[in-house]
C-alpha cells in the first residue's frame, strides 16, 4: 500500500512516500481502505518534533495522521458494530500513533462512526479531530447551555467552525473573532457577533461571556480573563496554560484549562447524527494525496478556512 512516513522529525522534506505492508488487525479493530485524510496543527506540529512527538518517538518511521474517512475491508473476530463494506469515519487512536496517512489504517472498531450517506467521504474526513474537539469541549467540558455566551477565538479556523455551529445549534449566543476577510464566513456559520482580531482589541468589545474557546493560544488565555464572568469557563486546545496564568484566572473566579480530545465512537456516532441532519457542515480545502507537502505548509500558515483535506486515488 501507499504510505507516507518520517524516519526523523523536521520539516516537510521529512515526509516520504514509500510502498508498505496492508496493517494486520487485531480482534477489536477493521481495516479501512482509506478515501481521504484530513490534517490538523498537530500533524505539523508532531512532524517537527512537537505537538505529540513525544508519545510516539521511539515507534519510527511514524505515520502521521488520524483523521479518515473510508470503507472497511476487513472485521476482527470481537467488531459487531461493522461489516465489510461499511463507510466510516473517525479519528483514529489519537492522542498516540494514528497511521492514518495510508491507504489502508488498522483501526479500533470503538473509535469509528458509520458515514452519513448523504457526505462525501471528504467532508466525513473534516468531521474527525476538529469537530471531536468542538464537541467534546462544549458539551462534556463546558456543559455549554442554551443562553449562554461564547466568544470563539479563530472562529473561521478548523476547530473554530466548528465550535460556532455547534454552539449556535444549542441556542447559545455566539461572538467569533477571525480577520475581517473572513468575517462573512463566520456569520454565515451562525455567529451572532464578530469580532475582527487585527483591527479590534477584543477584551474591549466583549465582556459577561460565560466560555472562551481558544484556537489561538499564545496570550489569549491571559487576555480573555476578564470578559468572563465570575464562575465561567476558558479552554484552550492549542498548547497547554503557564500556571500563573491558571492561577490569575481562578482570582477572577474563572476556571482556565487545556483541553485534548480523545477518540470516541461513541462522539463520533453523535457528530454522524448532527451531519446527516445538515446541523453542521465541514469547509473543506481540497489536495491530493501527492501534495501533502504543500498541505502541510498550508497548514503551517495558521490562517486557513475551515479544514485541508486529502483525497486518495
Same mark, same amino acid.
Given at each position: 500500500?501507499?504510505?507516507?512516513?518520517?524516519?526523523?522529525?523536521?520539516?516537510?522534506?521529512?515526509?516520504?512516500?514509500?510502498?508498505?505492508?496492508?496493517?494486520?488487525?487485531?480482534?477489536?479493530?477493521?481495516?479501512?481502505?482509506?478515501?481521504?485524510?484530513?490534517?490538523?496543527?498537530?500533524?505539523?506540529?508532531?512532524?517537527?518534533?512537537?505537538?505529540?512527538?513525544?508519545?510516539?518517538?521511539?515507534?519510527?518511521?511514524?505515520?502521521?495522521?488520524?483523521?479518515?474517512?473510508?470503507?472497511?475491508?476487513a472485521t476482527g473476530s470481537d467488531v459487531k458494530e461493522f461489516s465489510i463494506g461499511d463507510e466510516v469515519f473517525g479519528m483514529v487512536n489519537f492522542p498516540g500513533h494514528g497511521k492514518a496517512y495510508a491507504e489502508y489504517v488498522a483501526a479500533p472498531a470503538s473509535h469509528l462512526a458509520?458515514?452519513?450517506?448523504?457526505?462525501?467521504?471528504?467532508?466525513?474526513?473534516?468531521?474527525?479531530?476538529?469537530?471531536?474537539?468542538?464537541?467534546?469541549?462544549?458539551?462534556?467540558?463546558?456543559?455549554?447551555?442554551?443562553?449562554?455566551?461564547?466568544?470563539?477565538?479563530?472562529?473561521?479556523?478548523?476547530?473554530?467552525?466548528?465550535?460556532?455551529? *455547534? $454552539?449556535?445549534?444549542?441556542?447559545?449566543? %455566539? #461572538?467569533?473573532?477571525?480577520?475581517?476577510?473572513?468575517?462573512?464566513?463566520? /456569520?454565515? !456559520?451562525?455567529?451572532?457577533?464578530?469580532?475582527?482580531?487585527?483591527?479590534?482589541?477584543?477584551?474591549?468589545?466583549?465582556?459577561?461571556?460565560?466560555?472562551?474557546?481558544?484556537?489561538?493560544?499564545?496570550?489569549?488565555?491571559?487576555?480573555?480573563?476578564?470578559?468572563?464572568?465570575?464562575?465561567?469557563?476558558?479552554?484552550?486546545?492549542?498548547?497547554?496554560?503557564?500556571?500563573?496564568?491558571?492561577?490569575?484566572?481562578?482570582?477572577?473566579?474563572?476556571?482556565?484549562?487545556?483541553?485534548?480530545?480523545?477518540?470516541?465512537?461513541?462522539?463520533?456516532?453523535? *457528530? $454522524?447524527?448532527?451531519?446527516?441532519?445538515? %446541523? #453542521?457542515?465541514?469547509?473543506?480545502?481540497?489536495?491530493?494525496?501527492?501534495? /501533502?507537502? !504543500?498541505?502541510?505548509?498550508?497548514?503551517?500558515?495558521?490562517?486557513?478556512?475551515?479544514?485541508?483535506?486529502?483525497?486518495?486515488?
Amino acid at each position: 500500500m501507499k504510505a507516507i512516513i518520517i524516519n526523523e522529525f523536521g520539516g516537510t522534506d521529512k515526509l516520504q512516500y514509500t510502498e508498505l505492508p496492508e496493517p494486520a488487525i487485531k480482534e477489536n479493530e477493521v481495516l479501512v481502505k482509506v478515501h481521504a485524510v484530513a490534517i490538523n496543527p498537530v500533524d505539523v506540529k508532531t512532524r517537527a518534533g512537537k505537538g505529540v512527538a513525544g508519545r510516539i518517538k521511539n515507534e519510527m518511521p511514524i505515520i502521521l495522521g488520524w483523521d479518515i474517512s473510508g470503507v472497511v475491508t476487513a472485521t476482527g473476530s470481537d467488531v459487531k458494530e461493522f461489516s465489510i463494506g461499511d463507510e466510516v469515519f473517525g479519528m483514529v487512536n489519537f492522542p498516540g500513533h494514528g497511521k492514518a496517512y495510508a491507504e489502508y489504517v488498522a483501526a479500533p472498531a470503538s473509535h469509528l462512526a458509520k458515514k452519513p450517506g448523504n457526505v462525501t467521504h471528504q467532508q466525513a474526513a473534516a468531521t474527525t479531530l476538529a469537530a471531536l474537539t468542538a464537541y467534546q469541549a462544549l458539551f462534556q467540558q463546558a456543559a455549554l447551555q442554551k443562553g449562554q455566551r461564547v466568544l470563539v477565538h479563530a472562529a473561521a479556523g478548523g476547530v473554530g467552525h466548528f465550535v460556532v455551529q *455547534l $454552539a449556535k445549534h444549542i441556542g447559545a449566543h %455566539v #461572538i467569533g473573532t477571525s480577520s475581517a476577510a473572513n468575517k462573512d464566513f463566520v /456569520m454565515e !456559520l451562525g455567529a451572532d457577533e464578530h469580532v475582527d482580531y487585527k483591527n479590534q482589541l477584543f477584551e474591549e468589545v466583549v465582556k459577561d461571556v460565560d466560555l472562551v474557546f481558544d484556537g489561538v493560544g499564545g496570550d489569549i488565555v491571559r487576555r480573555s480573563i476578564g470578559v468572563v464572568k465570575p464562575g465561567g469557563k476558558i479552554i484552550s486546545i492549542p498548547t497547554g496554560i503557564p500556571a500563573e496564568v491558571v492561577e490569575g484566572a481562578k482570582e477572577s473566579g474563572v476556571n482556565a484549562f487545556f483541553f485534548l480530545v480523545q477518540s470516541n465512537g461513541t462522539d463520533m456516532a453523535a *457528530l $454522524a447524527d448532527l451531519l446527516e441532519r445538515g %446541523v #453542521i457542515r465541514p469547509y473543506v480545502n481540497h489536495f491530493d494525496f501527492s501534495q /501533502m507537502d !504543500l498541505a502541510h505548509q498550508q497548514q503551517e500558515t495558521g490562517s486557513t478556512r475551515g479544514r485541508i483535506v486529502l483525497t486518495l486515488p
